[in-house]
């Protein structure tokens, strides 16, 4: 049960990857960045690391989404 878990997250893993690469809108690549940073989290939690699991959660899916989002907000878009 755990490898078929284990086999999932690193398959959403390695699709948020790639989909974060390849998307044009950004709002959109930083939703997925934060289901990245999100699934790295669960990554080293199930690593017997919860130090950097916290830290991941906390910066990588806190910190930066939010910083990410208010400055797509501040600037324009050109068409």
């Not at 960045?33 to 990554?43: D, Q």
């Amino acid at each position: 049960m755990t490898e078929i878990f284990h086999v999932m997250v690193l398959t959403f893993l390695i699709i948020c990857a790639i989909a974060v690469a390849y998307i044009r809108d950004l709002l959109s690549a930083v939703i997925l960045f934060a289901a990245y940073s999100l699934m790295m989290a669960v990554i080293w939690q199930q690593l017997d690391a919860p130090d950097i699991a916290m830290a991941e959660a906390a910066i990588g899916a806190g910190v930066t989404t939010l910083l990410f989002v208010v400055t797509i907000s501040k600037t324009r878009r050109q068409e």
